[in-house]
């Protein structure tokens, strides 16, 4: 596209924002009506670890929103001439679930409860078991009732309940709504209605310790909206909020707020029945959209929700891609100690590199990445542990290769419950995330962890708030398609892949590795309940 179309575009508000709000970064990305991508803008920031609560605090929130969508707006004015007054239509994003609990000055209550923390374990069970239908930790009502049973005092003064990304568009537009897709992870969904489950809302209110506050949990949660519908406009003061330079002005149209499973869903074109996409980062999750009822309820299955309402498969997993990153960070210093300087890059693509020389199964090497709590091995908190036997061959290849299939180990145990004992099967299974921008290395590790081709298409990059954006042009006009057709007919017509399909000789390696990997979980299960936090 010509510079000066694209001028016209962005001064006509043929244009589109997505902002998401991820575990490490804030990023806005602004795509014109034809999908394509004209700026954006980032912030990067880290959870706090506040009296054992991992959180962010909204002061934060709206630092790295205002700072990402700045920068964007300059770099609009300097790569076009023109400053962004207006904007077509907008569509918020975060990390899906957690707890934001609001008294009725709209205050906050208790600092932000992430998806980070596991301390609603008993919450989460005792739900299960009520609903027959899994409650993950991490879900919005795990989190209120476990302050219900922890009796904490902030509970009676509750009239509101939102996740982050609801948070952000309720703030911008002045409505209490979110996506189906997020509101799957606050409350089950009755695929039918499209709404919360009506029997379940019953059974949550009707529990004694529930019964004996004034509010009723109907009123506590947003209002559930599906891809397409309006979810409100810019107002005014959330033109201020956003762009406090005062240049953009109200009227935007926004689209239901979503999750990051459900935007990573739509960047990688997998909102179909029978297809799935995996995004990895400082977390992971697959999601599998389903065509057929799973035959029992399983703990490390949620079901959730695509943005349009289709029945989803997760598994997600606390911790992937962070001590990759920690380790390479200690490379780089090595190499600069020896006076080499290498780009980010490179230093990937050397460490990722090494790894294919090691043997199959890692040399013997187990590794625990995990810097928080994992619930699919039972692991309550974080205690990052490289395991070896005396045996094992302990190399440069091995250490990273174990990196590599460490990251995706507890997804590999939750996906083999839909592939072995559901026998679930996707058409196409499409990933995302920064550990991909290395060629096929990462790549072929997880096609060999799942046994499974795993195809990357080639805006990988762009991830979830360009699929945020795009749920913002699909509100504004779905052109008489559903999203699915939507997205392959509009979206994705000219889009290019490459896929990798598991070679059987690692596939066997990393079922060896995956053998030792739950061998020596009892160690990891010890370190994280004997020594104390910091």
Known sequence: MDKQTIVTKIENAQTALGIELGSTTIKAVLITDTYETIASGSYVWENELDHQIWTYPLSKVWEGIQTSYAKLAAQVNADYGV?????????????????????????????????????????????????????????????????????????????????????????LTGAKNTGIGDASGMFPIDEATHDYDEAMLAQFAALPEVAQYDWDIKDLLPEVLVAGQTAGHLTEAGAKLLDPSGTLQPGAVFAPSEGDAGTGMVSTNAVRKRTGNVSVGTSAFSMVVLDQQLSKVHRDIDMVTTPDGAPVAM????????????????????????????????????????????????????????????????????????????????????????????????????????????????????????????????????????????????????????????????????????????????????????????????????????DNYKAALPAERLAGDNLPLD
Request: hydrophobic content about 40%; glycine content about 6%.
């Open 83 to 171: 400053a962004l007054t207006k904007i077509g239509s907008i569509g918020i994003s975060a990390m899906m679930h957690g707890y934001m609990a609001f008294d009725q000055n709209d205050q906050l209550l208790v600092p932000f409860r992430t998806w980070r923390n596991n301390i609603t374990g008993e919450a989460a069970e005792k739900l299960t078991e009520l609903f027959n239908f899994n409650i993950p930790e991490r879900w919005s009502i795990a989190h209120l009732y476990q302050a219900i049973l922890n009796k904490e005092d902030h509970v009676k003064d509750i009239t509101f309940i939102d996740t982050l990304d609801g948070y952000v568009t309720w703030q």
């Open 315 to 514: 598994v997600h997993i606390n911790n992937c891609s962070s001590e990759i990153n920690q380790w390479a960070s200690v490379f780089n210093q090595f190499a600069k100690a020896l006076g080499v300087n290498l780009a980010p890059n490179e230093l990937y693509e050397k460490l990722f590199d090494s790894s294919l020389r090691g043997d199959q199964d890692a040399g013997g090497l187990v590794y625990y990445a995990y810097l928080s709590g994992e619930n699919i091995t039972r692991v309550p908190s974080g205690r990052p542990l490289l395991v070896r036997r005396p045996d094992s061959n302990f190399s440069l290849a091995n250490l990273f290769k174990a990196q590599l299939y460490s990251a995706f180990a507890p997804l590999k145990l939750g996906m083999d419950i839909l592939l072995r004992e559901e026998h679930i099967r996707t058409d196409n299974l499409i990933a995302q995330g920064g550990l991909f921008k290395t060629p096929v290395v990462a790549q072929q590790a997880l096609a060999d962890a799942l046994d499974t081709p795993i195809t990357i298409m080639d805006n990988a990059g762009e991830g979830g708030p360009w699929g945020m954006a795009v749920l913002a042009l699909y509100t504004k006009d779905q052109q008489g398609l559903n999203l699915a057709d939507y997205l392959d007919q509009l979206v994705f017509v000219n889009s290019e892949s490459s896929t990798l399909s598991p070679e059987p000789a690692s596939v066997k390696g990393y079922e060896k590795f995956i």
